[in-house]
């Protein structure tokens, strides 16, 4: 079965660079979730998007931006990286639709680990 | 504000029944408890939630207590493979799930 897609899985970046992560859900999602998980810490909620739209916002820091395009993928986009950015990214997604989303199950990718020298 | 707490760490021999406790004491009426489980630095993956009964699937059991302030998670038959960070969400939906500090369970041969 197709899971999430995520890419690239693995990014260097310097101080103060770009960089873009994309996820690809699973077919028929319509809601799609990023997660950061700094080394040793559990994961938090960035920011999610349903139909396109922001549909929650979490800890995500105004230097990053995220946004579901119409087939349904999405990009995190982070500007003037810092060292403490160096995290696993991690996507999620669901059908919100079909009500998958109430049964609690969240897919995730394999997550993208981003170091930032 | 952690609306979960769960022991940092628990073991079980393979083979035996894991049960992983996590109290939510201010759990509300229409909120869910849900688990996850991260194996090393893989994604998390979904196991079981519940309202207020008893569920159960092909990988656990839940236990949800009367009053619904507590929940125990149960992995009948414990293999090596189970070894991960165990998670207790409590939340109305999974639109926004927040993870705690969750359980990390070792599995001994």
């Known amino acids: 079965a197709a899971g999430v897609i995520q890419s690239p899985r693995h990014l260097i970046k310097e101080k103060r660079e770009t960089a873009t992560l994309k996820c690809y859900p699973i077919?028929?999602?319509?809601?799609v979730y990023w997660y950061q998980q700094g080394p040793g810490q559990d994961p938090q909620f960035l920011i999610s998007?349903?139909?396109?739209?922001?549909?929650d916002k979490g800890s995500i820091p105004d230097r990053f931006s995220a946004q579901q395009f119409s087939d349904y993928h999405s990009e995190l986009n982070m500007s003037s990286l810092e060292l403490g950015d160096s995290a696993l990214y991690f996507c999620?997604?669901?059908?919100?639709?079909?009500?998958?989303?109430?049964?609690?199950?969240?897919?995730f990718g394999e997550g993208s680990r981003l170091t930032v020298l | 504000d952690a609306k979960t707490t769960q022991p940092p760490s628990m073991d079980c021999a393979e083979g035996r029944a894991a049960n992983l406790p996590c109290n939510h004491s201010?759990?509300?009426?229409?909120?869910?408890v849900y688990w996850y489980r991260q194996i090393h630095s893989q994604g998390p993956q979904y196991i079981i939630h519940?309202?207020?009964n008893n569920e159960t699937n092909e990988m656990a059991s839940l236990i949800i207590t009367e009053d619904r302030k507590s929940s125990t998670l149960i992995l009948p038959h414990a293999t090596l493979r189970d070894t991960a960070v165990y998670y207790c969400?409590?939340?109305?939906?999974?639109?926004?799930?927040?993870f705690g500090s969750g359980t990390r369970l070792l599995v001994r041969p």
């Open positions: 969400i409590v939340g109305d939906s999974s639109y926004k799930l927040i």
């Open positions: 998007f349903y139909e396109k739209m922001q549909s």
């Open positions: 999620a997604s669901s059908s919100r639709t079909s009500g998958e989303a109430n049964t609690g199950e969240l897919f």
């Open positions: 201010t759990i509300s009426g229409n909120e869910y």
């Open positions: 077919p028929r999602h319509d809601t």
């Open positions: 519940g309202l207020k």
